[in-house]
């Protein structure tokens, strides 16, 4: 009976579900579904995680290449983020170039990387104006369920975090760049952004990490990313119903809170990494 319901009227169903303050998977309004995160995995790439949040499945692989440096900035090296949604993670994406989802965010992650200052692309200059890394960060979705853009920062981050780079000099006499993959070190990691997504539902109820389903049902969705200090480093909420400066505020504090609970994360998975090692 409730299979057929839940076909039927997909909105109805879930505001039954709502007016008892619960969800159709049993979570409150404002839980998360469980996370968990596997860093390392992917032994040919320089960093990788992989990020689980209920179904959504994200992994996240860094691959650190030598380029020149722009004109622009001689001092410093970049960041390329590109988030995948291939039609392997869901019937929704078809095959062929990237979709408007996909697109919207890779550009997303590129501006939360740039206005949190994760990494500060100085670190990333190895010889001003003649030699810098390129980091290409690769996020691709294997299971689609919801909020893809709160798990792929989580991925970026792990992944950033995990990342080793080998050493470089610069041979005096021929000045060409001598790479040394036995010696490697850490980037330095100068902030730890993490998103926390929201939808509301019939403009005015406020839930957390959303499912595909409670996304397509919703009447606006939200996604707000803060760093350790508690700073708003990105705000993106595309079109929907308006939210109240109240609503807002809660759905800040509520970010911050997620910021510690999945700083603490990482840090304890690559804890345990290290001492495994």
Not at 56 to 66: F, H, N, Q, R, V
Not at 86 to 115: H, M, T
Request: some cysteine; glycine content about 6%; hydrophobic content about 35%.
């Amino acid at each position: 009976m409730a299979a057929g319901f839940k076909t039927a009227e997909p909105l109805e169903y879930h505001r039954s579900f709502l007016k008892e303050n619960c969800r159709p998977d049993g979570r409150e309004l404002s839980e998360s579904r469980t996370t968990t995160l596997n860093i390392g995995s992917i032994s040919t790439a320089d960093g990788s995680a992989l990020v689980k949040m209920g179904n959504t499945t994200i992994i996240c692989g860094i691959k650190a290449e030598l380029a020149n440096p722009t004109v622009e900035a001689p001092g410093k090296g970049y960041i390329v983020p590109n988030v995948d949604l291939p039609p392997l993670c869901s019937s929704r994406f078809r095959p062929g170039p990237p979709g408007e989802q996909a697109q919207a965010a890779s550009q997303f992650i590129a501006d939360v990387i740039e206005s949190s200052e994760v990494i500060k692309t100085e670190d990333l200059c190895i010889d001003r104006g003649k030699l810098c890394w390129v980091l290409y960060c690769d996020m691709m979705c294997l299971d689609y369920d919801g909020n893809i853009l709160d798990a792929c920062i989580i991925a970026l981050l792990a992944a950033l975090k995990n990342t080793q780079l080998p050493e470089v000099t610069i041979n005096k006499e021929t000045c060409a760049p001598e790479v040394n993959p036995e010696k490697r070190c850490g980037l330095h990691i100068h902030k730890h952004p993490v998103g926390a997504s929201f939808c509301v539902f019939d403009d005015s109820i406020l839930i957390v990490d959303p499912t595909a389903e409670e996304e397509s049902l919703s009447t606006a969705q939200l996604t707000v990313v803060t760093d350790e200090e508690g700073r708003l480093c990105s705000l993106h909420k595309p079109g929907g119903t308006s939210l109240s400066g109240e609503k807002l505020q809660e759905c800040i504090s509520r970010a911050t809170a997620r910021q510690r609970e999945i700083q603490k994360l990482i840090d304890k998975v690559i804890h345990s990494v290290k001492t495994a090692q």
